[in-house]
């Protein structure tokens, strides 16, 4: 294992680009392999069983191309197959740290925001009850915003009706903290600050990336200055994950390389 081998991350599809995004501003040395897993995507409605098969697949793949730690940047597969995931490089997912920062916010009242499987896992309350069990926490499915983003509907009047409706039972909770938790949702950033006006929007990429950089360093697996390489796999794509891709990267023109993963 190098230094300057890439960091792989990969998550059902586009979402998982928001992490990428935080990792390259805070680790600017760091090289990145994404794999987004667009053919199977939706993660968040799959049995835990289909997931971890998923997510042991997609791990194989990034070893099999030399990275040299691993970031589940998918919610689900963090919370339904991480904790059982036998990798020979450092590998972290994205509960833990999206829950340590809304612990660090909240007023003692949290929604969670995300997957269906992800809410029946009860991951997020968990990691939240370990941290703070005073805190007060709400879940609520939201199994449409997956699709409407990947449609490329993230800032549109019939997601805002959506996300309404989803948001209505935590808003008469009286959260005061609200984790997106799925690396998708951050593209709905708008039309969740306008659905909950005062309510603090947690996303967890940014939380990631610190988590990564101190475990490479302690690992010492951290990149030496220089130029670093990205790349983009995915199992289908299409013009929409182009263009949001882009949009998230800061990157009109990107090449992707189109993958099977088996």
Aim: neutral net charge; glycine residues 8%; charged residues 20%.
């Amino acid at each position: 294992m190098t230094r300057s081998a890439p960091i792989g991350v990969f998550d059902s599809g586009v979402g998982g680009l928001t992490v990428v995004a935080a990792l390259r501003r805070r680790l600017p040395a760091e090289s990145i392999l994404y794999l987004g897993d667009t053919a199977r995507l939706p993660y968040g409605s799959k049995s835990r069983d289909t997931v971890a098969g998923y997510t042991r697949k997609n791990v194989r793949f990034l070893l099999d191309r030399g990275v040299k730690a691993v970031v589940i940047a998918c919610n689900t597969a963090s919370a339904l197959a991480l904790d059982d995931l036998k990798a020979s490089v450092p590998t972290w997912g994205v509960i833990e740290p999206g829950a340590r920062r809304a612990a660090a916010v909240s007023r003692g009242r949290v929604g969670v925001i995300a997957t269906e499987s992800t809410v029946r896992s009860g991951a997020y309350p968990r990691a939240l009850g370990r941290l703070r069990p005073e805190l007060a926490v709400l879940s609520q499915a939201c199994p449409l915003f997956v699709p409407l983003v990947e449609e490329g509907w993230h800032d549109d009047p019939v997601t805002a009706e959506v996300a309404e409706r989803y948001l209505a039972p935590l808003l008469a909770a009286g959260i005061d903290t609200l984790v997106l938790g799925c690396t998708h949702y951050p593209l709905l950033r708008p039309v969740l600050e306008r659905a909950a006006p005062g309510v603090a929007l947690v996303d967890s990429a940014e939380t990631v990336a610190e988590t990564v950089a101190a475990g490479l360093a302690e690992a010492g697996l951290a990149a030496a200055p220089g130029t670093p390489s990205h790349h983009l796999s995915v199992t289908d794509a299409s013009p929409t994950f182009e263009r949001i891709a882009g949009l998230i990267l800061g990157e009109p023109h990107l090449a992707l390389e189109w993958v099977e993963v088996v």
